[in-house]
């Protein structure tokens, strides 16, 4: 499984999440992540259809890239550990 996280530095929500990521992908050094930002990375942001009003997100892919969940705003870090430990084998 992979996280791709969309942010910005001009979303309140986003500065919140930083921390609270930082802490998870310490906790689980196997979780691959990628960080995104909303107005540099313009070719992923269109490719997963991440809309300004959405930030942050967080879209889980399989092992083949695709889709499987999409979280947006503020989720606590255990709802993100629950998520996570639900998907971590597809």
Same mark, same amino acid.
């Given at each position: 499984?992979?996280?791709?996280?969309?942010?910005?530095?001009?979303?309140?929500?986003?500065?919140?999440?930083?921390?609270?990521?930082?802490?998870? #992908?310490?906790?689980?050094?196997?979780? %691959?992540?990628?960080?995104?930002?909303?107005? !540099?990375?313009? &070719?992923?942001? @269109?490719?997963?259809?991440?809309?300004?009003?959405?930030?942050?997100?967080?879209?889980?892919?399989?092992?083949?890239?695709? #889709?499987?969940?999409?979280?947006?705003? %503020?989720?606590?870090?255990?709802?993100?550990? !629950?998520?996570? &430990?639900?998907? @971590?084998?597809?």
């Amino acid at each position: 499984m992979k996280v791709l996280k969309f942010g910005a530095v001009w979303c309140p929500s986003c500065l919140v999440m930083r921390p609270r990521w930082q802490k998870i #992908e310490k906790e689980l050094p196997w979780l %691959e992540t990628e960080y995104y930002d909303y107005d !540099k990375d313009k &070719e992923m942001v @269109k490719k997963y259809k991440v809309d300004k009003g959405t930030l942050p997100a967080f879209i889980f892919l399989d092992k083949n890239g695709n #889709e499987i969940l999409r979280l947006n705003g %503020e989720p606590s870090k255990e709802e993100l550990l !629950k998520v996570i &430990e639900e998907n @971590k084998d597809k």
